[in-house]
């Protein structure tokens, strides 16, 4: 049984930073994609940054400049740097993993909050 656990999340003043880190564990195979996606009450999860085993990353326009996201391979474990957070990062942010067990598939954590207080 694959997981995925979240944690890192919490409140934090305007300005500030927090670092998420997210760890898939279970019968592993590989682990082609991880993420980070953020859902703001009344609005639509939307993608926060991705990166490949390779180490290629892809950014919301939103967030670029401001939220890094690195993984360690050796730990299945994917992180997410958040600098100079603003009001509108508030959300609950969801790591996301494509891995493959007998299959390839797409797995969630639980879902981590961010509150940025202005």
């Known amino acids: 049984q694959v997981q995925l656990v979240e944690s890192g999340g919490g409140l934090v003043q305007a300005g500030g930073s927090l670092r998420l880190s997210c760890a898939a564990s279970g019968s592993i195979g590989s682990i082609a994609v991880m993420g980070w996606y953020r859902q703001a009450p009344g609005k639509q999860r939307e993608l926060v940054a991705v990166?490949?085993?390779?180490?290629?990353?892809n950014y919301a326009d939103s967030v670029k400049g401001r939220f890094t996201i690195s993984r360690d391979n050796a730990k299945n474990t994917v992180y997410l740097q958040m600098n100079s957070l603003k009001p509108e990062d508030t959300a609950v942010y969801y790591c996301?993993?494509?891995?493959?067990?007998?299959?390839?598939?797409?797995?969630w954590g639980q879902g981590t909050q961010v509150t940025v207080s202005s």
């Open positions: 996301n993993a494509h891995i493959t067990t007998s299959i390839t598939r797409s797995y």
């Open positions: 990166i490949i085993t390779g180490g290629s990353t």
